[in-house]
């Protein structure tokens, strides 16, 4: 099936996967919406492999960069605007357009399903618990075709076999790469270290 064919049923999103997809492209530089698809792609792969819904992983996939290229004033006013947590107004776009850009998918594109929305808030750095959806939407930002980093190689071929495995490489190499660039690391990235890598 390819992905254009997938109709959209469980009434999640109000509208068809052509009405969510124009909406996306709307909303971001081509080069983004190119590796949007290509985490649909692999998103709706990973969901057949794992025996999920096709439909939650390809709206998840297609929103989970919607919010991306937003001003920090923008996600600092929806911060202020929505109670978030205030902490998040010292971080930056990497931890902002998954844990703020929840909200605004949930504002613009009508979309209220905490399972997705979560997905989202979940993409950069995972999460202690996570769903089949997170992990799906996790590991297919990473390994979409589109990557070309050192391992995706690898990365690519553990997803295939096990979604949990390729959730604790993900993130033992992300956070090995974070520190050798002498990033700051967002403390949820430590706890989802622990808990898929460490234990």
């Known amino acids: 099936m390819n992905n254009l064919d997938l109709e959209y049923t469980e009434g999640i999103f109000p509208g068809t996967r052509e009405e969510l997809v124009k909406k996306v492209k709307e909303s971001v530089k081509e080069s983004r919406f190119k590796h949007i698809l290509g985490v649909e792609k ?17 709206i998840a996939a297609l929103v989970h960069d919607y919010a991306k290229e937003r001003t920090p004033e923008e996600f600092k006013k929806t911060i202020l605007d929505e109670n978030l947590s205030k902490d998040l107004l010292n971080w930056n776009n ?14 613009e594109l009508q979309i209220k399903n905490e399972e997705i929305l979560n997905a989202v808030r979940r993409h950069t750095v995972g999460d202690v618990e996570m769903t089949t959806l997170d992990k799906i939407i996790y590991v297919a930002d990473y390994i979409e075709e589109g990557r070309s980093f050192p391992g995706v190689k690898l990365a690519r071929t553990i997803a295939k076999t096990n979604l949990d495995d390729a959730v604790s490489y993900e ?22 270290y622990n808990k898929w890598v460490a234990e």
């Open 42 to 58: 692999s998103a709706i792969e990973l969901a057949k492999q794992n025996d999920y819904s096709t439909e939650k992983a390809s």
């Open 94 to 107: 990497f931890i902002w357009h998954g844990v703020v850009g929840a909200e605004i998918i949930k504002n």
């Open 171 to 192: 993130t033992k190499h992300v956070l090995e790469f974070l520190l050798s660039q002498d990033k700051v690391i967002y403390p949820k990235a430590i706890l989802t």
